[in-house]
């Protein structure tokens, strides 16, 4: 098995049209060609060169699915001159969602498919995707510490971003890239305060408090 299969998925496109062009289907190896050199140049100006795609084909009704494999510690050192984090995902999420819409897009006009042709179409960006849902969880949790939310409340928001840290965790193939991700999550998770305020004309009970500072323990 080639190492890159325990690489993570950082962008997915995948097309099923139907093929009414007899043109398309005399020139089928031609179309593969064009569309897996086009994913390849574009999945290396985009993300990174030292990056692995792969493309099934299916005939008949055109099946296909590009997907790009790579390391989030070696794509986070592509932007490193970018001032944080959460910075640094956001670019790449940009990028990686960027690329599997132009694949869509050149796929669509290589094979002329037009809006009653199309069966299915996906923009995917895999694991970035869920790395940047859990740092707006995060930064949000962050935000309602300052007078917009009872302790209780954002201890049941604390509660929830912990399981979805977990399941992002556990699909990080990558023991590096964990570790890696699991510094700066706990950097932006520390952030939180252990006293938040409460909302104007209302009080944090000191039960309350308690139930969020435990929250806040068993997230970091």
């Known amino acids: 098995m080639a190492d890159y299969i325990n690489d993570n998925i950082i962008s997915q496109a995948y097309i099923h049209v139907e093929m009414d062009s007899l043109e398309l289907q005399e020139n089928f190896e031609k179309f593969k060609n064009r569309i897996r050199e086009f994913t390849r140049t574009?999945?290396?100006f985009f993300l990174s060169p030292d990056t692995h795609v792969e493309i099934e084909f299916e005939k008949g009704s055109l099946k296909f699915r590009a997907t790009v494999f790579g390391i989030i510690?070696?794509?986070m050192e592509g932007v490193a001159k970018y001032k944080d984090f959460r910075e640094g995902i956001e670019l790449i999420?940009?990028?990686a969602k960027r690329l599997s819409e132009y694949i869509i897009s050149e796929s669509l006009y290589e094979t002329k498919a037009k809006h009653d042709n199309v069966i299915r179409l996906e923009a995917?960006?895999?694991i970035?995707?869920?790395?940047k849902k859990v740092i707006n969880q995060l930064e949000h949790i962050k935000h309602v510490t300052g007078g917009a939310m009872l302790a209780l409340d954002i201890a049941k928001k604390i509660k929830k971003a912990k399981r979805e840290?977990?399941?992002l965790?556990?699909?990080i193939s990558k023991k590096n890239d964990r570790k890696f991700i699991k510094k700066d999550l706990f950097e932006l998770a520390n952030r939180l305060p252990l006293n938040p305020i409460a909302p104007k004309d209302e009080t944090n009970t000191?039960?309350?408090?308690?139930i969020y500072r435990n929250e806040r323990k068993q997230l970091l």
């Open 169 to 171: 965790l556990n699909n």
């Open 206 to 210: 000191p039960t309350s408090l308690i």
């Open 93 to 95: 999420y940009s990028d």
């Open 128 to 131: 970035i995707f869920s790395i």
């Open 73 to 75: 510690f070696f794509l």
């Open 165 to 167: 840290i977990d399941k």
């Open 42 to 44: 574009r999945t290396s």
């Open 124 to 126: 995917l960006t895999g």
